[in-house]
RNA sequence: GCCGAUGUGGCGGAAUUGGUAGACGCGCUGGAUUCAAAAUCCAGUUCACGCAAGUGAGUGAGGGUUCGAUUCCCUCCGUCGGUACCA
């Protein structure tokens, strides 16, 4: 009987979903464990092929954890506020709302094809009122509390106006913008307006002027991480510095736990490298120069104290407050230059020119507070405005952009740290004998360092600072898809917080950005207009605020009292396993545990931490295929070269067309390639080509005819092949639906296992899915003769147990570690063992069909019900493994001389050491290696191997 | 530049603590079946030399530790990802 997967596959949809046999409850005896992937954004493009990667990874251990008796909640939705929508709407005029929903259809049909064990009345989606209420009640949440450094926890800011009327900022340590100082009385005699001012600087949630990313095209503000080189990661627009008023959320305050915590985190190297790079924790020391003529004094930040010796001139951001009282009337207007210069350079700009050094003199001085020296201060550009204090001390000689800075302006170098002991070392490294440095001579860098650290607090000069390269995460955007604030404005501009949520979307038939950066809602009058006279805040929130949390409500996702129930909470705890891409690793995965961390310290959740476990599943990428068009017409003609041609004429001459990979043979390798007959398919797709010309190799085509310039009859004409990714203007996008019609979604979903390591990227490639599906179809001959089911009730023999446990014991290790193409191929050993044994036993096939379910949820359940059983194969006990169907009377030894194997033979497993040394030494083969020879040493690991030493 | 991965047949990849390198699959070659093809089945397939038995080489390159290294250490090269005037 022949393997049909689709006439069988649907059928099991519909009764798995009619029967629920993928809901969880959260009322179990059986301990929890909670699987989760990373909710997709649906666009409009559909999944393709790579999307499902990481799901079908996070299904199977879902599956697998439910067999061996878990309670298992393995949920999905969608995150689906996003720019793609909002602009799909300025083009087209259909709302997001509605060209989401329709996404969100087709996502979940593509979804349910694939056979994932979702609980799906868990879903969830974040544009939904329901859903983002509890985004914006958090939002409140984090507007209602302070972050005490004391406590080391968020506290309520109640807690902060109670001790300003007391005490006023005396001892108070809490996460600030600004560091302010203010008495009791002081603080009372603030009007309202005043004190909402002074709260803002320690809310978790504020508001305040900040250089935010402004890209003009988006008409809107990004975050940090969504502007790569100096354009927006989605559309790759130009952002440019710009101040606006803006809401932010004071990540900063959790820094040091965000670093602290990630320790016992089971997530990979690389990816707790990324966060801690992010969060950037470095230890140095502030110090305070006074300045030459005025009050202030410059507050620099600096690792390196030690060379406070060197520090021959100071560098302030161009943007620094000071920079416009210092400088001198003379110096004025070439200031202003520079500082308009650097506005109109790009960050892009800024970023790839590093070798370049730029600057200009204020004109000030300031004093060395060690050894009273006056020093230049002067402005560029390479120093930055929101890292540190904005201003450094330049040491020439030990730091290499204050190097070629005083080179180039022609500023002292001083030598300060006398570096001949190490030869190795370079300029920035921490190593070196001090000199020219007054107390700190003879020391050694490290010692000086400490040196210098309690002199400035002695003399209360400076102290020590821990500084982080983690900014504040900017909250606003200038967007209408995304999460209204419950924030109103009164007339004064005080800001209410509205407690009735959720707050809604205003309808709007026109969704472009309103003018002055505002946001499209601001066109919504009577939106934004309230009864009671105050105005909404027109801005909505990002896109991390939606996905910060999704994962706490999937555990109760129907509760409209809270945004999970504590019972809930406190059952599923967190992510035992979380699923998704590397793309993620600054953005959402630091905002997550951020969010997760302050709804812990108001205990409302359980855990410091949400996520246990991390799995980085690699990209499916794209081959994207070219023609090659050659750039001059000949004869009026446009005309297509064979990619090797083109390269012996130099590619310049040549522009890359690509082409649908459908239309190209043998796609992805170097020897790709149209024949005749897709070049006429391409013709037909691409009519502006149809009077082309078209090189091949043998021949030129033309007009529908082939004229050879030899004795080809047929040519092939070359095309270029990269690896890429898939998207719709590559023409290289694979639909799994098309895979799953064809093969069904059971040789699917093990093919994509198959191909290689969940972590790894790879090319998708079509070539090796028959093997895949070979399996299956001989499974599948394994219960069937020609036209019946067949299956036998004999008692297994030693020989098929041993097959079957040898499965069951490889497959469960490597499913423990993620290692999931190897277990395809142990199941292909299985059932190739198995058919040689001529082995249709029901006692070993139902053990196998159960260890296979995770991977094959379909076939298997098919064979189950097949079998005779009345329930779902999904709801088994997992195969006990037996060791003892594994032993063995006899192993084969691999005998070697000297390291290399030259022979092997069977050996009883019960031999002594000194046995198997003697019968090795009597083996035939290895006496030819021996003879003439003296044997040093023989080294025997039992039931391993036995290696002769010879020389 | 820094950080992190990674490099194994024609291809995707395997080898969990140092112990038979190349599992499994694709592809390729030969054979069976067939009027023929597809499909299927069987056999072979790291490379070089050889009819063969066999011999030698071989996990990016070079060195080291070891009886034994894809695995551990050092130096270098390539590819991918992250990050970058961060004081």
Known sequence: MEYTPRAFEKKWN???????????????????????????????????????????????????????????????????????????????????????????TRYRQQMDNIGFSFDWSREVRTCEPEYFKWTQWIFLQLFEHYYDNGLQAAAP????????????????????????????????????????????????????????????????????????????ERGGYPVERRPMLQWSLRITAYAQRLLDDMQPLEWSEAMKKMQSNWIGRSEGAQMFFDLLGFEEQIEIYTTRPDTIFGATFIVLAPEHDLVEKITTIDHKNAIEDYIEYVRTRSERERVSETKEVSGAFTGAYAINPFNGQRVPIWISEYVLKDYGTGAIMAVPA????????????????????????????????????????????????????????????????????????LRDAIYSRQRYWGEPFPISYDTDGVIHPISDLPVTLPE?????????????LARAESWVNMDNGNMRETDTMPGFAGSSWYFLRYMDPKNSEAFAGQDAVNYWQDVDLYVGGTEHAVGHLLYSRFWHKFLYDKGLVPTNEPFKKLINQGMIQGVIEFMML???????????????????????????????????????????????????????????????????????????????????????????????????????????????????????????????????????????????????????????????????????????????????????????????????????????????????????????????????????????????????????????????????????????????????????????????????????????WIEGKTVRKVIVVPGRMINVVVG
């Not at 001949?420 to 000086?448: H, P």
């Not at 709007?508 to 499209?520: Q, R, V, W, Y």
């Not at 006990?880 to 192993?891: G, R, S, T």
Request: aromatic share 12%; net charge negative; hydrophobic share 35%.
């Open 398 to 469: 030990d730091d290499e952009r204050d190097n070629r800075f005083a080179t180039k302006f022609d500023l002292p170098i001083i030598k300060i740290i006398d570096k001949s002991k190490y030869a190795w070392a370079t300029m920035e490294d921490k190593v070196g004998v001090m000199i020219n440095s007054d107390f700190l001579n003879g020391m050694e860098v490290k010692d000086a360092i400490q040196a210098v650290l309690e002199k400035l607090e002695e003399k209360n000069i400076g102290k020590r600072k821990i500084n982080f390269k």
């Open 157 to 232: 800011i109640t807690d902060l106006v109670a001790r300003f009327s007391k005490t006023g900022t005396e001892g108070l340590e809490a996460a600030c913008s600004e560091t302010m100082n203010f008495s009791a009385d002081k603080w009372n005699g603030f009007t309202k307006a005043e004190k909402e001012e002074v709260l803002m600087n320690y809310r978790i949630a504020y508001r305040k002027e900040t250089f935010v990313n402004w890209c003009e095209e988006l008409g809107t503000v990004l975050a940090n991480d969504e502007v790569k080189d100096g354009v927006s």
């Open 630 to 928: 050659q750039k001059a017409e000949e004869n009026g003609k446009k005309k297509f070269v064979c990619a090797k041609i083109a390269k012996e004429r130099g590619e310049d001459g040549f522009a890359r067309i690509p082409v649908l990979i459908d239309y190209v043979k043998d796609y992805g390798l170097e020897t790709s390639y149209l024949n005749l007959e897709s070049i006429q398919q391409f013709i037909k797709w691409r009519p502006e080509y149809k009077d082309a010309i078209f090189e091949c190799g043998n021949g030129i085509f033309e007009n529908g005819k082939f004229t050879s310039n030899g004795d080809a009859t047929d040519s092939n004409l070359l095309t270029y092949s990269e690896v890429g990714k898939m998207s719709k203007s590559k023409y290289n996008v694979v639909n799994p639906d098309d895979v799953v019609e064809k093969y069904g979604a059971d040789t699917f979903r093990m093919y994509e296992m198959f191909l290689g390591p969940v972590e790894q990227s790879k090319p998708w490639d079509t070539k090796g899915i028959n093997g895949v599906f070979n399996f299956l179809r001989k499974l599948w001959g394994m219960f069937h003769d020609e036209e019946k089911f067949v299956i036998s009730n004999e008692q297994p023999t030693k020989e098929e147990l041993k097959v079957l446990h040898n499965a069951i014991k490889r497959v469960t290790d490597d499913i423990e570690r993620f290692s999931f193409n190897t277990c395809v191929s142990h199941f292909m050993v299985a059932v190739n063992d198995l058919r040689k044994l001529k082995c249709n036993k029901s006692q070993i096939l139902e053990q196998l069909i159960v260890l296979l379910a995770p991977f094959a949820p379909y076939i298997t359940e098919e064979l189950w019900y097949k079998m005779g059983f009345k329930d779902s194969v999904h709801k088994q006990v997992y195969p006990q493994f037996n060791a003892d169907f594994l032993k063995e009377d006899a192993v084969e030894y691999p005998l070697s001389i000297n390291g290399k194997r030259r022979a092997s033979a069977k050996f009883a497993t019960d031999l002594s050491k000194e046995d198997l040394e003697k019968m090795a030494l009597a083996h035939p083969e290895l006496q030819k």
């Open 14 to 104: 519909r009764q798995w979903d009619e029967s629920g046999l993928y809901k969880v409850s959260n009322d179990s005896d059986k301990p929890k464990y909670y699987v989760l992937d990373m909710f997709p954004y649906p666009s409009g493009a559909g999944l393709h092929v790579g999307h499902p990667l990481g799901y079908i990874a996070s299904d199977i251990f879902a599956r697998y954890k439910r067999l061996n008796g878990f309670n298992v909640l393995h949920p999905m939705g969608y995150d689906a506020f996003g720019l793609p929508a909002e602009q799909y709407a300025i083009q087209t005029g259909v709302h997001p709302a509605k060209s989401t929903e329709v996404n969100i």
């Open 508 to 520: 709007l038939e026109d969704f472009k950005p309103a003018s002055g950066g505002k946001s499209p």
